[in-house]
């Protein structure tokens, strides 16, 4: 836990060759399902060439922000450019719910005029996408790839073609055996309510991000406890501000400390205990040797422990 911080080169060249990968799957069968959905006359097959299309452009997307954050710190952008990968999630967070939307537009002019249905093309052309996005899934999912919000909004849009395969491969069936084509616009619009709800949370963590938000998993109230009970120099925590850029958190402190014979070895300490306990990496910590008088003291004290990111 203690050096994840220092994960910006390996997984990012990692990152990058798991997202070229999955936008080359993904592409490809983009292709395929759009001319078998036209083909075939089915919407729900439509559905999932309409997540692939976000799909594939969520993928390019991620790879450039990718490869963005690479580029070393300079006097403007003093963080690099990490905080693209989070705008590129935003981004990708939006592109489903608008997708999801005009599937449901869709699938309720299905239901006044409905069109007839090739249910044997539609099977094998939905078998076939659903492969494919195990396969970029799977591509997506291995390693440290999880951690990173961008590469998790890539694979939420691949998860999303994998459920409307199986949604597809399941209105396929029903067609075939008894010819019912209202199943086809039922399972497309249960397909984007579950994509929906997978959206709507990673367009909260990014918000969250974009906002300055302090990490949901962190309780700022536990922290200062911790740090106190920790290294018993520590009397007081106050002027508590932690965010994220990339997925890297960012802290900045006021210490109220005993005067220590050792000022370096003390706020190495406390550093350490940031690093290993909340694998805070980056941390600006001021050490006062007089309790604080300001109006701002008490700030975190009384409020929940994700309050603090509106002083920041």
């Not at 991620?62 to 450019?81: E, K």
């Not at 306990?277 to 008088?293: F, R, S």
Request: aromatic letters at 6%; a neutral charge; one cysteine or more.
């Amino acid at each position: 836990m203690a050096h994840t911080h220092s994960h910006s080169h390996t997984p990012g060249n990692d990152n990058a060759k798991r997202l070229m990968l999955a936008f080359g799957v993904t592409a490809t069968f983009m292709v395929i399902e759009v001319i078998g959905g036209l083909v075939s006359g089915s919407l729900a097959l439509l559905a999932d060439a309409g997540h692939m299309l976000t799909d594939a452009a969520a993928l390019l997307f991620a790879l450039l922000a990718v490869q963005f954050a690479r580029r070393p710190p300079n006097a403007r952008h003093t963080f690099g450019w990490l905080r693209l990968t989070t705008l590129a999630a935003f981004v990708n967070a939006i592109a489903l719910v608008v997708i999801t939307v005009l599937i449901v537009w869709e699938a309720v002019q299905r239901f006044r005029h409905p069109q007839p249905i090739a249910g044997t093309t539609m099977m094998v052309i939905a078998v076939a996408g659903l492969l494919a996005n195990i396969l970029a899934f799977w591509i997506l999912h291995r390693g440290s790839g999880e951690k990173n919000l961008n590469v998790r909004a890539a694979a939420l849009h691949v998860l999303g073609d994998l459920l409307g395969s199986v949604g597809a491969i399941v209105a396929a069936l029903v067609i075939l055996y008894t010819g019912w084509t209202p199943v086809d616009p039922i399972l497309s619009v249960l397909v984007s309510c579950l994509v929906l709800r997978s959206a709507w949370r990673l367009l909260k963590e990014s918000v969250n991000e974009l906002l300055e938000g302090a990490p949901t998993s962190m309780d700022i109230d536990e922290l200062k406890r911790n740090l106190r009970r920790s290294v018993p120099e520590v009397r007081n925590v106050h002027h508590v501000h932690v965010w994220l850029v990339g997925e890297k958190p960012v802290m900045t402190m006021h210490v109220q400390v005993i005067p220590p014979h050792d000022h370096d070895a003390l706020l190495d300490r406390i550093q350490h205990f940031l690093e290993h306990h909340y694998d805070i990496g980056h941390a600006t910590v001021q050490m006062e040797y007089q309790p604080c008088n300001g109006p701002d003291c008490h700030l975190n004290e009384a409020q929940s422990g994700h309050s603090h990111h509106h002083h920041s």
